[in-house]
């Protein structure tokens, strides 16, 4: 499989299999870090359960409501904040390079997208 890199207005995602450390990569409008396969792979499973909360959370939130959601595991942790249609969501690498990023409201469709794609079709 070659190095694969899907990328939209304020987010990129990447897989490099022949990467001999860092097959991953995740990005936003300013910024970008590079994730082991154990990292990529549990933020793949930690922003799918985020969105999903943020997407079950509608139903139980009044239309003027904001809402903060975050995971979190030993390696990532993330949270995303604003409606349930609307939020942006944040990451901090825990463990390593101690990484943080961002991507803002107008990214998170797109980048839903991608990272249910990459968990799907994997790049791993």
Known sequence: ??????????????????AEQYQGLIGGE?????LTALEFKEFCRLF???????TMMAEELMDE?????EVESEIIWLEAEG??????IRIILHQGRRCEGYWS???IPDL?????DANVNPFI
């Open 65 to 69: 409501e904001k809402i903060t959601c």
């Open 30 to 34: 300013n910024w970008a870090f590079e």
């Open 1 to 18: 499989m070659d190095k694969q890199v899907k990328e939209g207005t304020g987010w990129r995602v990447g897989w490099n299999p022949s």
């Open 105 to 107: 409201e107008n990214a």
């Open 112 to 116: 839903i997208q991608a990272v249910a």
């Open 48 to 54: 799918q359960q985020l969105t999903h909360s943020m």
């Open 83 to 88: 409606y349930p249609d609307a939020y942006e």
